[in-house]
């Protein structure tokens, strides 16, 4: 529905004002619904998008070392239902822990492109944020931003365990924020 | 002459199950009964609502008459069984991600009910995701292979009986109907695999069909060796003769120790998850499935490890009876049955702690030249002890 | 065919373990119809621990052909090292090999030094033997885990990383950060050992030393383990030599040949251990190397720390050095965890290298892998690459 | 008995002695050190220097092929080491390439080890390998045809 076409409503033809109102009432009717679903069923997605977060396996660099070590023991990350799955059709979350290549980046985006949605992009260390330590260099890509949208950025060269796992809480947050605005019927 | 109904009670009044000239099975069921009580109660309201409105209705009387009462009797019933069988499954994946975090040193999931819920936050987050299909895979096949790898594993997995009055169907040969559907799987992954235009799941199908000809031939001649000693293809007939006796891990302690093995490979478990090997083929067969498909992939996966640990409690551990107890093995057969089952499933989940993946050459050496003759042993054993006079 | 195969393995995996279990691939083709294909292993694949492509040629099961990519990870390391003053060079040389951060900072120091022509501190050259057996240790559990993820068991990736997280405590200990530690400095290191450092030390040490053989257990008790490792990957010695392939792979062939013993640095040859070398040649020998290395590690920690201690709490572990280096090219070579790392320092007599070039033996032993890997099969490629223990930081520079 | 393994000074001279036997006023010995044996050598012998070194006097691992832009001409330096008869010592053969004709040929064929390293040298510096089996694009993307390690290349292009 067009409201912008609600000046013009008084010089439309009968036959234009009557497909005007109806595309208008069924549009809001059909919205009221999508509210109300979203509203309701809202909660139960976000807590099991929260609690079951499956990240891409993938380590690039040094950070990828202690993704595993929040994974390990000490950390234990699995208490958060993060899972580390190897292909990218059944992940929720792209996790870049590293500096981006000229290489590499018609590869990230492609794995972007393969996760289903709704899907979350994560930049951990100050590679992924910036570029970090290599900010002069010829080959890598100045920031994983430049490449696809991030959603959480988590700074430490490299991260430390604890640190990732605070960055997924924040992430929980957000994924929260999104099926609160609600976005199920969209899709 | 039509009766005067005059209270609720007279329309809800549970008469014997065996009483319905259209009652279904031979013997007691179980679920059938709490099925049909259920009915009686959801049925005899409605009728009894409607009777208010309308008194003298027929639609009332159609609704407690005793074929309408068979009729949603047995689509309660397919509820009944399959929540039951559901949430078994649920139990032992929890199982599986807590004792797998207890033998790793640490805690597992904790979402939830100490992690209880982490398996249905996993399905709805599933169920919520986007399906996507590749573009260039082979539409059909790709769709029902998949449909057919879970129709089958939930067919069996409701097909197990979890005490003499707990079943689905009581054939005479229901062991074999359960193995032929078991083994069926393989099949349709191999095809799935080719259809995903996937050089890793083509690769995994085709090791899921290699697979099955090294284990299925051992584990066949296994359960026929069982069969024989109890003289029966039945599963009652089969747990009976075990509580007559004893339970045959005693006497086929060779067979129980193949069988457990083979019942892992066929389960696909670790160590022979070759066709979804992670370390070598991304995730396998399973590869390009997302989303929903997936979600029920993972949970067949759960409910072929199920029937393994049923089939191994059926033949081996004397099935729904405990020894020693008499008359006591009436109250909860079911009960014992499934935590039969979760124990089994507990030594599955520390062999996958121990043990690495094993390569397609070493199955293949390992069912021909180790299962096989070993099943064979075992069956000669079984031959004497029948000679003797003993079973 | 499937059934085919296996018995043309059998029979050449039953035979004397010198020989490479060569499939003969031509023949075969011949007597059937199969198509070969390539199977394209990476960059995002769980083997890979890191950024780099296999390419394997597939006849079945059994890999004809294989190819490696490497290069995701170049960021012109070399490069960017000729616009760096030198000190600033120490922090990016800690990210050239993250799983052993400080080896190659020791490494570019040493190499400094030497341009220099300065002779660091005994105290600085033990505390830096101590903080290069720590890394050594921290990336062979961390290629233990990764072992134990390529076989297909977590419980060992698991274990592995539990005991690895003390020796990161050592680390944290003695300079403050975990991974990318920035210890080293040229003409020293940053700071002496802390209080109670030696006691923290020898602890984890006797404590790793009981640990460690829960995990061997876990592997080399159970038959599945060894007879995936076994008779896999199989090179000669003089086939390793000429590939270039250094560290634990060459001492698995029965080249007795470490840096530390045969060309020591940094007071290496006060220090008394033993050098483990097998002849068989496969993947086994090579984990059993490393295995054999963790434990001289920890002996070789012992040894140095009663050297630190000797020395008092007074002895100088840092000298002032200036900024600038005369002009002369110099070069240094250490045992990495992984082989035989080598820098080489152009200096032209101000604040920056003219060129430093980094010899990565990840490189080198990379480039091999056609021959590691051909005619085993598709499960035996994560097993003998895991062998080689890929660190993309260093390889692509 | 200590395992540790004393460096053997019978040796010493004794690798300079063969090389100018057997090239004479090819190679120039530029400086010495305990394991250490620094030589300059002319771009036409570089071959048969490696192959000498390779065959008679078993150094069998070359560790390492880096190329230098000096400005006005390159070079090619090679460190090769040995395993068994002088245990534990090190060449290092520099060659002068000019800069108009970049050529060298390869020693691949002589150390498997030296294949990807004169691969990197090449795609970095744009020195070329003759007779190397590959020479292609190793670390950079394909798409690149500049040789960014020359110095002509400027990082930070306001320098």
Same mark, same amino acid.
């Not at chain 3, 086939?239 to 007071?267: E, H, K, M």
């Given at each position: 529905?067009?409201?912008?076409?609600?000046?013009?409503?008084?010089?439309?033809?009968?036959?234009?004002?009557?497909?005007?109102?109806?595309?208008?009432?069924?549009?809001?009717?059909?919205?009221?619904?999508?509210?109300?679903?979203?509203?309701?069923?809202?909660?139960?997605?976000?807590?099991?998008?929260?609690?079951?977060?499956?990240?891409?396996?993938?380590?690039?660099?040094?950070?990828?070392?202690?993704?595993?070590?929040?994974?390990?023991?000490?950390?234990?990350?699995?208490?958060?239902?993060?899972?580390?799955?190897?292909?990218?059709?059944?992940?929720?979350?792209?996790?870049?822990?590293?500096?981006?290549?000229?290489?590499?980046?018609?590869?990230?985006?492609?794995?972007?492109?393969?996760?289903?949605?709704?899907?979350?992009?994560?930049?951990?260390?100050?590679?992924?944020?910036?570029?970090?330590?290599?900010?002069?260099?010829?080959?890598?890509?100045?920031?994983?931003?430049?490449?696809?949208?991030?959603?959480?950025?988590?700074?430490?060269?490299?991260?430390?365990?604890?640190?990732?796992?605070?960055?997924?809480?924040?992430?929980?947050?957000?994924?929260?924020?999104?099926?609160?605005?609600?976005?199920?019927?969209?899709? | 002459?039509?009766?005067?109904?005059?209270?609720?009670?007279?329309?809800?009044?549970?008469?014997?199950?065996?009483?319905?000239?259209?009652?279904?099975?031979?013997?007691?069921?179980?679920?059938?009964?709490?099925?049909?009580?259920?009915?009686?109660?959801?049925?005899?309201?409605?009728?009894?609502?409607?009777?208010?409105?309308?008194?003298?209705?027929?639609?009332?009387?159609?609704?407690?008459?005793?074929?309408?009462?068979?009729?949603?009797?047995?689509?309660?019933?397919?509820?009944?069984?399959?929540?039951?069988?559901?949430?078994?499954?649920?139990?032992?994946?929890?199982?599986?991600?807590?004792?797998?975090?207890?033998?790793?040193?640490?805690?597992?999931?904790?979402?939830?009910?100490?992690?209880?819920?982490?398996?249905?936050?996993?399905?709805?987050?599933?169920?919520?995701?986007?399906?996507?299909?590749?573009?260039?895979?082979?539409?059909?096949?790709?769709?029902?292979?998949?449909?057919?790898?879970?129709?089958?594993?939930?067919?069996?997995?409701?097909?197990?009986?979890?005490?003499?009055?707990?079943?689905?169907?009581?054939?005479?040969?229901?062991?074999?109907?359960?193995?032929?559907?078991?083994?069926?799987?393989?099949?349709?992954?191999?095809?799935?695999?080719?259809?995903?235009?996937?050089?890793?799941?083509?690769?995994?199908?085709?090791?899921?069909?290699?697979?099955?000809?090294?284990?299925?031939?051992?584990?066949?001649?296994?359960?026929?060796?069982?069969?024989?000693?109890?003289?029966?293809?039945?599963?009652?007939?089969?747990?009976?003769?075990?509580?007559?006796?004893?339970?045959?891990?005693?006497?086929?302690?060779?067979?129980?120790?193949?069988?457990?093995?083979?019942?892992?490979?066929?389960?696909?478990?670790?160590?022979?998850?070759?066709?979804?090997?992670?370390?070598?083929?991304?995730?396998?067969?399973?590869?390009?499935?997302?989303?929903?498909?997936?979600?029920?992939?993972?949970?067949?996966?759960?409910?072929?490890?199920?029937?393994?640990?049923?089939?191994?409690?059926?033949?081996?551990?004397?099935?729904?009876?405990?020894?020693?107890?008499?008359?006591?093995?009436?109250?909860?057969?079911?009960?014992?049955?499934?935590?039969?089952?979760?124990?089994?499933?507990?030594?599955?989940?520390?062999?996958?702690?121990?043990?690495?993946?094993?390569?397609?050459?070493?199955?293949?050496?390992?069912?021909?030249?180790?299962?096989?003759?070993?099943?064979?042993?075992?069956?000669?054993?079984?031959?004497?002890?029948?000679?003797?006079?003993?079973? | 065919?499937?059934?085919?195969?296996?018995?043309?393995?059998?029979?050449?995996?039953?035979?004397?373990?010198?020989?490479?279990?060569?499939?003969?691939?031509?023949?075969?083709?011949?007597?059937?119809?199969?198509?070969?294909?390539?199977?394209?292993?990476?960059?995002?694949?769980?083997?890979?621990?890191?950024?780099?492509?296999?390419?394997?040629?597939?006849?079945?099961?059994?890999?004809?052909?294989?190819?490696?990519?490497?290069?995701?990870?170049?960021?012109?390391?070399?490069?960017?090292?000729?616009?760096?003053?030198?000190?600033?060079?120490?922090?990016?040389?800690?990210?050239?090999?993250?799983?052993?951060?400080?080896?190659?900072?020791?490494?570019?120091?040493?190499?400094?030094?030497?341009?220099?022509?300065?002779?660091?501190?005994?105290?600085?050259?033990?505390?830096?033997?101590?903080?290069?057996?720590?890394?050594?240790?921290?990336?062979?559990?961390?290629?233990?885990?990764?072992?134990?993820?390529?076989?297909?068991?977590?419980?060992?990736?698991?274990?592995?990383?539990?005991?690895?997280?003390?020796?990161?405590?050592?680390?944290?200990?003695?300079?403050?950060?975990?991974?990318?530690?920035?210890?080293?400095?040229?003409?020293?290191?940053?700071?002496?050992?802390?209080?109670?450092?030696?006691?923290?030390?020898?602890?984890?040490?006797?404590?790793?030393?009981?640990?460690?053989?829960?995990?061997?257990?876990?592997?080399?008790?159970?038959?599945?383990?060894?007879?995936?490792?076994?008779?896999?990957?199989?090179?000669?010695?003089?086939?390793?030599?000429?590939?270039?392939?250094?560290?634990?792979?060459?001492?698995?062939?029965?080249?007795?040949?470490?840096?530390?013993?045969?060309?020591?640095?940094?007071?290496?040859?006060?220090?008394?251990?033993?050098?483990?070398?097998?002849?068989?040649?496969?993947?086994?020998?090579?984990?059993?190397?490393?295995?054999?290395?963790?434990?001289?590690?920890?002996?070789?920690?012992?040894?140095?720390?009663?050297?630190?201690?000797?020395?008092?709490?007074?002895?100088?572990?840092?000298?002032?050095?200036?900024?600038?280096?005369?002009?002369?090219?110099?070069?240094?070579?250490?045992?990495?965890?992984?082989?035989?790392?080598?820098?080489?320092?152009?200096?032209?007599?101000?604040?920056?290298?003219?060129?430093?070039?980094?010899?990565?033996?990840?490189?080198?032993?990379?480039?091999?892998?056609?021959?590691?890997?051909?005619?085993?099969?598709?499960?035996?490629?994560?097993?003998?690459?895991?062998?080689?223990?890929?660190?993309?930081?260093?390889?692509?520079? | 008995?200590?395992? @540790? =393994?004393?460096?053997?000074?019978?040796? +010493?001279? *004794?690798?300079?002695?063969?090389?100018?036997?057997?090239?004479? $006023?090819?190679?120039?010995?530029?400086?010495?050190? @305990? =394991?250490?044996?620094?030589?300059?050598? +002319?771009? *036409?012998?570089?071959?048969?220097?490696?192959?000498?070194?390779? $065959?008679?006097?078993?150094?069998?691992?070359?560790?390492?092929?880096?190329?230098?832009?000096?400005?006005?001409?390159?070079?090619?330096?090679?460190?090769?080491?040995?395993?068994?008869?002088?245990?534990?010592?090190?060449?290092?053969?520099?060659?002068?390439?000019?800069?108009?004709?970049?050529?060298?040929?390869?020693?691949?064929?002589?150390?498997?080890?030296?294949?990807?390293?004169?691969?990197?040298?090449?795609?970095?510096?744009?020195?070329?390998?003759?007779?190397?089996?590959?020479?292609?694009?190793?670390?950079?993307?394909?798409?690149?045809?500049?040789?960014?390690?020359?110095?002509?290349?400027?990082?930070?292009?306001?320098?």
């Amino acid at each position: 529905m067009d409201m912008s076409l609600y000046p013009h409503a008084v010089a439309m033809s009968v036959d234009e004002f009557m497909s005007w109102s109806t595309a208008m009432i069924n549009d809001l009717m059909s919205s009221g619904t999508r509210r109300t679903v979203d509203k309701l069923t809202g909660p139960v997605w976000s807590w099991a998008m929260k609690n079951s977060m499956h990240p891409l396996h993938w380590g690039l660099a040094c950070c990828a070392l202690e993704m595993a070590a929040a994974s390990a023991p000490r950390f234990d990350a699995e208490r958060y239902g993060m899972i580390y799955r190897s292909s990218p059709r059944q992940t929720d979350i792209l996790l870049v822990n590293g500096w981006i290549s000229k290489k590499m980046r018609p590869g990230i985006r492609r794995l972007y492109e393969e996760i289903p949605n709704p899907k979350w992009v994560v930049a951990m260390g100050e590679c992924a944020i910036s570029g970090g330590p290599w900010y002069d260099s010829y080959n890598t890509v100045q920031g994983l931003d430049q490449i696809v949208p991030v959603d959480v950025y988590m700074p430490g060269c490299p991260v430390r365990p604890d640190a990732m796992i605070d960055g997924f809480m924040l992430l929980q947050k957000k994924i929260d924020d999104y099926f609160r605005r609600g976005c199920f019927l969209e899709d | 002459m039509p009766m005067v109904y005059s209270s609720i009670l007279d329309w809800v009044n549970f008469p014997d199950i065996m009483a319905n000239p259209y009652y279904p099975f031979e013997t007691y069921n179980l679920p059938y009964d709490i099925s049909q009580k259920l009915w009686e109660i959801i049925g005899g309201t409605i009728a009894w609502l409607i009777n208010l409105l309308f008194p003298g209705n027929p639609v009332s009387e159609w609704l407690v008459c005793d074929m309408t009462v068979n009729f949603f009797a047995l689509i309660i019933f397919m509820i009944v069984v399959f929540l039951v069988v559901f949430i078994g499954i649920l139990i032992s994946l929890w199982e599986e991600r807590k004792v797998l975090g207890r033998t790793m040193d640490r805690r597992g999931t904790m979402v939830g009910m100490k992690g209880f819920l982490q398996c249905v936050a996993d399905g709805f987050k599933t169920f919520m995701k986007e399906d996507t299909q590749p573009r260039k895979v082979d539409r059909m096949t790709y769709m029902w292979t998949v449909s057919l790898v879970i129709g089958t594993s939930m067919l069996i997995a409701c097909m197990i009986p979890l005490s003499d009055r707990w079943y689905v169907v009581n054939y005479n040969t229901g062991l074999l109907l359960i193995m032929g559907l078991f083994a069926l799987a393989p099949f349709f992954i191999l095809v799935s695999g080719w259809s995903q235009n996937n050089k890793y799941s083509l690769i995994g199908g085709m090791r899921a069909a290699e697979m099955m000809i090294s284990y299925e031939i051992p584990m066949l001649i296994l359960i026929a060796t069982a069969c024989l000693m109890a003289g029966t293809f039945n599963i009652g007939g089969i747990v009976q003769a075990q509580y007559d006796t004893m339970p045959y891990f005693i006497p086929q302690c060779i067979g129980f120790v193949t069988f457990f093995v083979c019942a892992n490979a066929e389960a696909e478990r670790t160590p022979f998850d070759l066709a979804e090997a992670e370390s070598e083929l991304v995730e396998g067969w399973q590869t390009e499935y997302a989303g929903m498909k997936w979600g029920l992939i993972m949970l067949a996966d759960y409910m072929r490890g199920y029937v393994s640990c049923a089939m191994i409690t059926i033949l081996y551990l004397g099935g729904w009876n405990l020894p020693f107890i008499g008359d006591l093995n009436n109250y909860v057969p079911e009960l014992v049955f499934l935590l039969k089952t979760w124990l089994v499933f507990f030594a599955m989940i520390i062999v996958r702690a121990a043990l690495p993946r094993v390569r397609t050459d070493q199955i293949l050496n390992l069912g021909w030249k180790v299962f096989m003759p070993l099943s064979i042993i075992n069956l000669v054993i079984v031959l004497l002890l029948k000679m003797g006079g003993v079973f | 065919m499937m059934a085919d195969d296996n018995s043309e393995q059998t029979k050449t995996a039953g035979q004397m373990p010198a020989m490479k279990p060569v499939v003969d691939v031509a023949a075969e083709t011949a007597k059937m119809e199969t198509d070969k294909m390539w199977v394209i292993m990476g960059p995002q694949h769980p083997f890979s621990h890191g950024l780099w492509t296999l390419k394997i040629k597939v006849d079945g099961e059994i890999v004809t052909d294989a190819e490696p990519i490497v290069g995701y990870l170049h960021r012109g390391w070399e490069k960017e090292a000729e616009n760096r003053p030198y000190p600033k060079i120490i922090p990016m040389a800690d990210r050239l090999c993250y799983a052993a951060s400080m080896t190659y900072t020791h490494l570019y120091c040493m190499t400094v030094e030497k341009a220099l022509g300065i002779d660091p501190p005994d105290k600085a050259k033990y505390i830096m033997i101590i903080a290069d057996e720590i890394n050594r240790l921290q990336s062979h559990l961390m290629w233990l885990a990764a072992v134990g993820t390529d076989l297909g068991n977590f419980t060992v990736f698991l274990w592995a990383m539990r005991e690895r997280e003390y020796w990161m405590d050592m680390n944290v200990r003695l300079c403050g950060a975990r991974m990318t530690t920035n210890y080293p400095r040229i003409g020293g290191v940053r700071n002496d050992t802390p209080e109670l450092f030696d006691r923290d030390i020898i602890r984890c040490t006797e404590h790793f030393e009981k640990a460690v053989w829960d995990i061997i257990g876990l592997i080399d008790d159970s038959s599945i383990y060894v007879s995936r490792m076994k008779n896999t990957g199989i090179l000669t010695p003089e086939q390793c030599a000429n590939l270039g392939i250094t560290g634990p792979a060459l001492r698995g062939t029965g080249v007795d040949f470490d840096l530390r013993r045969d060309d020591p640095y940094s007071n290496y040859d006060q220090i008394d251990f033993d050098v483990p070398v097998l002849k068989q040649g496969d993947s086994y020998a090579r984990y059993m190397v490393r295995v054999e290395e963790m434990l001289q590690s920890c002996k070789i920690i012992k040894q140095a720390m009663a050297k630190v201690r000797a020395l008092g709490k007074n002895a100088p572990y840092r000298l002032k050095v200036p900024s600038n280096v005369p002009a002369g090219r110099h070069f240094a070579k250490l045992e990495d965890p992984r082989g035989e790392s080598m820098m080489y320092l152009i200096s032209d007599g101000t604040d920056k290298p003219y060129r430093l070039k980094v010899r990565s033996p990840i490189f080198v032993n990379v480039s091999a892998s056609r021959e590691l890997c051909m005619g085993c099969r598709i499960a035996d490629v994560p097993a003998i690459m895991a062998m080689i223990d890929m660190c993309l930081g260093e390889t692509d520079r | 008995m200590s395992p @540790i =393994r004393e460096y053997d000074s019978s040796w +010493e001279g *004794d690798i300079e002695n063969k090389l100018t036997e057997k090239f004479g $006023d090819k190679i120039k010995f530029t400086g010495q050190e @305990i =394991r250490r044996v620094y030589a300059h050598v +002319e771009r *036409d012998a570089i071959f048969d220097v490696c192959k000498f070194l390779n $065959d008679e006097l078993s150094f069998e691992h070359c560790a390492n092929v880096i190329g230098v832009d000096m400005k006005d001409y390159m070079q090619v330096v090679y460190h090769i080491d040995s395993y068994t008869t002088y245990k534990g010592e090190c060449v290092e053969l520099t060659v002068d390439v000019p800069n108009d004709d970049p050529h060298v040929k390869s020693v691949s064929s002589i150390w498997g080890g030296a294949n990807w390293n004169e691969r990197e040298t090449w795609e970095l510096f744009g020195i070329v390998f003759d007779g190397h089996p590959r020479l292609e694009r190793l670390l950079t993307p394909e798409t690149y045809e500049f040789f960014p390690f020359r110095k002509s290349y400027k990082l930070r292009g306001w320098e």
